[in-house]
């Protein structure tokens, strides 16, 4: 799995969003091996953050005036709320841009954790509850996602994991990569 999500990464162009008016944010989406297989890492916010409060989302954060690049950003903030650091990421490549509703820009980029399980996760106990595991697997069969309609009364796809709902930009986020991963070619 973790050869074909490289190679189809490689040949991703990501449409990029300007970041006039916005934030420039990067998020991680994370690849980690449990049990025989991959899953996804989630964070379940803490209701101590500022934005999104309980809510689900990937690793990640705003741009520091200090990052080098939104690549960087996305692995700083990777090892401050959940303790991987970048030296244990592979990273893939990088999805198309994201406006949030809290006025960012966050750029997702895909990798995966490279030490073996179980890995010793630190959480940033301020910024986030615990850390959310689902099979890849899971998700790619179908069975997670469903339809929700949003205050503004449009309808998106969310996915559910037991009591855990992804939705918004983390779920617009997924479903870029589940899409992508559910090509019948690599592209050239």
């Known amino acids: 799995m973790r050869d074909r999500t490289r190679e189809l990464l490689q040949g991703v162009r990501p449409t990029l969003v300007t970041t006039e008016g916005h934030m420039p944010a990067a998020v991680m989406l994370l690849l980690y091996e449990r049990d025989g297989a991959e899953h996804v890492l989630f964070q379940v916010r803490s209701h101590r953050v500022e934005h999104h409060k309980g809510e689900i989302s990937l690793p990640g954060g705003a741009r520091d005036d200090d990052d080098e690049s939104l690549l960087h950003t996305a692995l700083r903030e990777t090892h401050e709320e959940i303790g991987v650091p970048p030296d244990h990421v592979e990273v893939y490549g990088r999805l198309d841009d994201v406006v949030t509703r809290s006025n960012f820009v966050m750029s997702p980029y895909v990798g995966a954790i490279t030490e073996p399980s179980p890995y010793p996760f630190r959480f940033a106990r301020v910024e986030m509850e615990r850390l959310l ?24 796809t969310a996915y559910r994991f037991g009591e855990d709902l992804i939705f918004g930009a983390t779920a617009r986020v997924l479903t870029q990569f589940l899409d992508l991963l559910s090509r019948d070619e690599i592209p050239r």
């Open 133 to 156: 595991e689902v099979p890849l697997p899971y998700l790619l069969s179908g069975d997670a996602s469903e339809q929700m309609v949003m205050q503004n009364g449009m309808e998106m």
